[in-house]
Structures are given as C-alpha cells and as structure tokens.
C-alpha cells in the first residue's frame, strides 16, 4: 500500500499551470462547415502496457510467500467528457496480459512455488483533464489464476481467481493521437483454497501492486 501511496503522491505533482489550459469546453466544438475538433478524453482508444509487480501469498497459520515479475497487457477504453462538469472525465477500461509473476519459501522441510500466468480486469475511471493532460482514479473487478506447486508432493491450479483493484494515474498526450501513461494499481485477490490428491491448502489470501507504464492511442 506504501508503494501505490507513494505512487500516487508524484502524480499529483503536476505543474499547476497545467490546470488553466482546460476551460470546460463540451466535448465536440463546431470548427466550420462538416469540421468538428474533439477535444482530448472524449472517445475510444487502445493501448499496450509494461508492468512491474509485487505482491505476496499468505495463509491463516503465518505462512508467507513473496513474488514479483512483469506483466504485458493490452488495453481498450471510452472516454466521456462531462459537459455539465467543465474539465471531468468518465470512462471504462478494460484490460488483459501476460504475467511472470511467481515466489517461492520454504516451510516444514518443504519448497513451496507459487505462480500467475495470465491477469485482466475491467475498470471504471473519473479523472480531470487539464489540456492534453488527465489525472485520474480508478477501481473494478479483476480475473487472474494461481498455481501452487510442492517439492515431492506435487502442484495444484486455480484457474480462475477474482478480486478488487484499485489505484490512480496520470496520462499525457504530446504527439498527435500518441500519449504516455504512468499508473498505480492495488489488487486484491479473494482467498482461495488449492487440493494435492487429498491435502487441501486452506485459504490462501494474496494481494499485488502494479506500477505500469503504457502507451495510449485515441481512434478519434
């Protein structure tokens, strides 16, 4: 939670100057005969994103299993300009990649690996424009799975494990239809148990946190 704390605190460092250049324009502004400007955050875009994670597994008895790694998704969204709100921005996102996140511990004589291979989530977000630029919130739902494997024992697999996320970011366009985003995201997993033959874990809780870095592209 530090981590997305901080996070979030250097987003919002953001030049105060910035601010002026929104006027809360409505979204679409008449440029002349069959010519309109849509303004920045108003439409769909797609994306392609790097992150890095860390996270951590833990049961009811104190066990705890720490993992990192990376993670590749790709992004769509919509952008919603709220014309009755000069400068706030309403939107849905949905995303879904590829991940290498895993950790391993020992415990009672035994190696313990723990492993994700795939994360997606869909998202809603409200943020303020402020020119090209948009700080923003989001939280929704996310979908990943989990796999447990025991030295001489053997592994076990979820294939699908649901939960929270969370967090804030901040994103800029500077070239045309091309912008940069930097994000903060907090996941929590809903606890899960995993069955060896007859041995079942118990409930596992895990959470992660993401600090991704992405490209955007409007289709406007």
Request: without cysteine.
């Amino acid at each position: 939670m530090r981590k997305i704390l901080a996070a979030i605190a250097g987003l919002i460092a953001i030049p105060a100057a910035a601010l002026a250049a929104d006027k809360g324009a409505p979204p679409v502004v008449a440029q002349g005969a069959g010519e309109t400007l849509v303004l920045p955050f108003q439409g769909r875009y797609i994306g392609g994103a790097i992150e890095a994670a860390d996270g951590q597994i833990r049961d009811s008895d104190g066990f705890k299993m720490p993992r990192d790694g990376l993670t590749a998704s790709a992004l769509l969204g919509y952008n919603h300009r709220v014309a009755t709100m000069p400068g706030i921005v309403i939107g849905v996102e949905g995303d879904i990649g590829l991940t290498d996140i895993s950790g391993s511990n020992s415990a009672d004589g035994f190696t313990i690996k723990g492993s994700t291979k795939y994360l997606g989530s869909v998202r809603g977000r409200v943020g303020k424009a402020m020119g090209d630029s948009l700080l923003y919130a989001t939280a929704g739902i996310a979908m990943t799975d989990g796999r447990i494997a025991v030295d001489d024992v053997g592994s076990a697999s979820k294939n699908r494990i649901n939960g929270f996320v969370y967090g804030a970011g901040f994103e800029t366009f500077l070239l045309g239809n091309m912008g940069v985003r930097l994000e903060a995201l907090r996941y929590d997993w809903r606890p899960e148990g995993l069955t060896f033959d007859v041995i079942e874990t118990g409930k596992l809780k895990s959470h992660d946190t993401h600090v991704r870095a992405a490209l955007i592209f409007r289709l406007n």
